[in-house]
């Protein structure tokens, strides 16, 4: 599974179906929680990667914590999750998909930022590649959860000029960091 990249890849998964999953996928398993996890500085990782989980957290800032711990000086943590402030979730709020009883955190790039750096962290890079924002609201709209006539502009881009506009508005909003999915890369100083 590591494509030979990687000497070792291990998945800290609490889930027993998802760890089960991983295993089959020949991918080393820590079947707890990833506060739990202790190592030895020899077994220290180069890079950590955590995709659309701290978003559910009691306790993002502890998680973020342990994170760092478990990096190597000059290791890289890759961290994704939905963006508060991306096109989609602020255009259509709670009709949102994202705005639901799981995700107890909301973080925007400046927040995640800041909590990264607050842990120690070099942030690096943050982007928002996502390809669906523009997709998502108009489909809201299509099947009748979510009203532009209030918003000509979004009405014009999303619905009547949807096949000349709708793939340049999707790539503004990535180039403007606008998009809905938020990536941050950051290094543990050596």
Same mark, same amino acid.
């Given at each position: 599974?590591?494509?030979?990249?990687?000497?070792?890849?291990?998945?800290?998964?609490?889930?027993?179906? #998802?760890?089960?999953?991983? @295993?089959?996928? /020949?991918?080393? *398993? !820590? &079947?707890?929680?990833?506060?739990?996890?202790?190592?030895?500085?020899?077994?220290?990782?180069?890079?950590?990667?955590?995709?659309?989980?701290?978003?559910?957290?009691?306790?993002?800032?502890?998680?973020?914590?342990?994170?760092?711990?478990?990096?190597?000086?000059?290791?890289?943590?890759?961290?994704?999750?939905?963006?508060?402030?991306?096109?989609?979730?602020?255009?259509?709020?709670?009709?949102?998909?994202?705005?639901?009883?799981?995700?107890?955190?909301?973080?925007?790039?400046?927040? #995640?930022?800041?909590?990264? @750096?607050?842990? /120690?962290?070099? *942030? !690096? &890079?943050?982007?928002?590649?996502?390809?669906?924002?523009?997709?998502?609201?108009?489909?809201?709209?299509?099947?009748?959860?979510?009203?532009?006539?209030?918003?000509?502009?979004?009405?014009?881009?999303?619905?009547?000029?949807?096949?000349?506009?709708?793939?340049?508005?999707?790539?503004?909003?990535?180039?403007?960091?606008?998009?809905?999915?938020?990536?941050?890369?950051?290094?543990?100083?050596?």
């Amino acid at each position: 599974m590591s494509r030979n990249v990687f000497k070792r890849v291990v998945a800290v998964e609490p889930t027993p179906g #998802l760890a089960i999953s991983c @295993r089959e996928r /020949g991918i080393e *398993v !820590l &079947e707890m929680p990833i506060e739990e996890v202790t190592l030895q500085s020899t077994d220290l990782f180069d890079v950590v990667a955590s995709f659309e989980v701290i978003e559910h957290l009691f306790s993002p800032l502890d998680f973020a914590l342990q994170m760092v711990r478990l990096l190597r000086p000059g290791g890289l943590l890759l961290l994704t999750c939905p963006n508060g402030q991306g096109f989609d979730i602020e255009t259509l709020g709670p009709v949102s998909d994202t705005v639901d009883h799981e995700h107890l955190n909301y973080f925007n790039a400046a927040s #995640l930022e800041k909590m990264l @750096r607050r842990v /120690g962290l070099d *942030v !690096l &890079e943050s982007f928002t590649p996502g390809l669906l924002d523009a997709e998502l609201v108009r489909n809201k709209v299509l099947e009748g959860s979510f009203d532009l006539s209030h918003q000509p502009f979004l009405k014009r881009v999303l619905l009547d000029g949807w096949e000349q506009h709708g793939q340049a508005f999707q790539d503004y909003l990535i180039a403007q960091g606008l998009s809905s999915n938020l990536w941050v890369l950051a290094r543990k100083p050596i």
